[in-house]
């Protein structure tokens, strides 16, 4: 009963340097989304796909690309990484049911640290 | 302007006490959904519920109770009987009919003193 399934766990990098987030999920949802939280700050949407083929920006995209490889994988990618960075990054997925948002199903979040 | 607000930054109290965490949220939206997630010390952020906005009855399960009140776009949580495995972060979140984004509140840090 895997859910979310974020890799890596945790990550150290340096200023600079790329790296790709990997998030899958075996619900069969069709909405994915990408969170950043910070101390103090919330969860901010970075990046969200409402369906496979379709990804849009949320709040804080700058810095990120996405890529919705199918329907249960949804990738992020730090093309050149900075401080600012540094924080625990979360992949979550949902459906809808009639008009509504299910709840979101969360992964147990990647620590990312840039030095 | 931020959709969802979480007033209370930390809040801390003994052991047995009752505890409400509040939940203010603005939406033009006259269909919407309401949750509030659990993030404990480990990490993870555990679903506890959702609210479509046509229900405004209270809901309780066993010592947590929501309390939604629309005139007051509000939706709080209180804990009964507090007990030290409900030290965690609480969010407040929205989803609105008209789209796809859930919004989160900045969160409130519950510790529960024995």
């Known amino acids: 009963n895997a859910g979310v399934t974020q890799t890596p766990k945790f990550q150290v990098l340096k200023t600079g340097q790329s790296m790709t987030l990997q998030c899958a999920q075996d619900?069969?949802?069709?909405?994915m989304y990408w969170y950043r939280q910070d101390p103090g700050m919330g969860l901010r949407l970075i990046y969200y796909?409402?369906?496979?083929?379709?990804?849009d920006k949320g709040e804080v995209p700058n810095g990120y690309n996405v890529s919705r490889l199918n329907k249960r994988e949804f990738s992020l990618r730090l093309e050149s990484a900075a401080p600012s960075q540094t924080s625990v990054y979360f992949c979550?997925?949902?459906?809808?049911?009639?008009?509504?948002?299910?709840?979101?199903?969360f992964g147990d979040g990647t620590r990312l640290s840039i030095l | 302007a931020q959709k969802v607000t979480q007033a209370q930054t930390e809040i801390s109290v003994v052991e047995k006490e009752d505890v409400t965490l509040d939940c203010v949220y603005e939406?033009?939206?006259?269909?919407?959904?309401l949750f509030w997630y659990k993030q404990p010390p480990s990490g993870e952020l555990v679903f506890l519920i959702r609210?479509?906005?046509?229900?405004?009855q209270n809901e309780i399960s066993g010592r947590y109770s929501w309390n939604f009140q629309k005139s007051t776009s509000s939706f709080n949580f209180t804990i009964t009987a507090s007990q030290v495995v409900d030290s965690a972060v609480y969010f407040c979140?929205?989803?609105?009919?008209?789209?796809?984004?859930?919004?989160f509140g900045t969160g409130t840090s519950l510790t529960v003193i024995p």
């Open positions: 979550a997925s949902s459906d809808r049911e009639g008009a509504g948002n299910q709840p979101q199903h």
């Open positions: 619900m069969n949802h069709n909405s």
């Open positions: 796909s409402a369906s496979e083929g379709t990804t």
């Open positions: 939406t033009r939206d006259t269909t919407y959904y």
């Open positions: 609210r479509n906005s046509f229900d405004e």
């Open positions: 979140a929205l989803s609105e009919r008209t789209g796809n984004q859930f919004y």
